[in-house]
């Protein structure tokens, strides 16, 4: 049974909305990974079909080995240019928000977007989803905002648009939200959507060659110099961090999207269940959070870091300098969190 059944009020609202609008515009999180430009580009492929007026807007730059999804050269990418554009959701009649639980996730087009009177619905699978649009759909038990799509298009009237490009971007998005269906993937469900996916011969193995061989020369070496020189190990404490300066992004040439993933690096070694990485950015320190099991690194994010996501990927920010961040995490590990961490089975 699809899990949307659950949301048949909404789902009514939304698929009537859809139909009765001309000039829809996606919208997904800033720093936007492979689920959020997935689930944007799936969704968009199928309504362009329609004949209606469709975008996809970007709240910022997205990685370099997404570019090959279909759509994604049609994608308004919001830059230094475009920032300031206060016309940029103007028209709209329907903001459809996909891979994202709070407005604030739109970054720097917040005040557009909370101006725009455009009927605003949503399609999410992070926890505590705030009350930010008309109508949504948001459900945990979706390992991806493209599982959800995939679903979403199934049981309204856009299912007569599914077609390779369509599907090729939901696979992209449930890919990269599961680590290759490593983790967030325990739901039967997944995997009835996945063999629906598979039915319209998408190329599998080209699509995650074009995903994870993707990378250069230098962002290879800087993984081998961050795993060997900026690692910290703690052991007793299952806990493990990396740390980034600014002159090592400089020296190994980092491109945007380079340091993706390496916060779980640490997770293979045995024993590991808490990993993080702090990066040192221009005006702040990027952190990231990753845990395996029960440790809940959403609410670790939320109360210690700016931030938020899921119970075992999250993402935040410091404004302290690299090395207080590092030793706050590190005093968080040995303190208020020792107890946990220590007898955490897993
Ligand atoms: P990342 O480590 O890639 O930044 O984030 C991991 C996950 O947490 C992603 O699903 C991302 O959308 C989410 N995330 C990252 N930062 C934040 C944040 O500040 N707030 C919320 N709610 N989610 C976040
Ligand atoms: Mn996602």
Known sequence: MPIISAFEKELAIFSDKLKMSENIVIIHHYNPDGDAIGS??????????????????????????????????????????????????????MIICVDMNARKRVGVIQPQFDKSTAFKALLDHHPFVETF??????????????????????????????????????YTGILTDTGSFEYNSSNPNLFRVVGKIMEYGIEKNKIYNRLFNAWSEDRIRFMGFVTCSRMVVMPEYKTAYIYITAEDRRKYKEKFGDTENFVNIPMQIKGIVFTAIFIERD????????????????????????????VNASGGESYDKLDSTCKKFEELVCGEYAEELKNYIY
């Open 133 to 170: 649009t008309n109508v949504a759909i948001a459900d945990t038990s979706y390992s991806s905002a493209c599982e959800l799509v995939y679903e979403f298009i199934e049981n309204t009237f856009l299912n007569q648009y599914f077609n390779t490009d369509v599907v090729t971007c939901l």
């Open 283 to 310: 005006n702040f320190i990027k952190a990231s959070f990753r845990s395996k099991g029960t440790f809940d690194v959403n609410s670790f994010s939320a109360k210690h870091f700016n931030g938020g996501g899921h």
């Open 40 to 93: 944007s580009l799936g969704l968009y492929n199928a309504i362009k079909q329609t004949g209606k007026k469709v975008s996809v807007i970007s709240p910022s730059q997205f990685p370099d080995n997404l570019r090959w999804l279909p759509g994604a050269k049609d994608m308004k990418v919001v830059g230094k240019k475009t920032q300031s554009d206060i016309t940029i959701l103007d028209g709209a009649d």
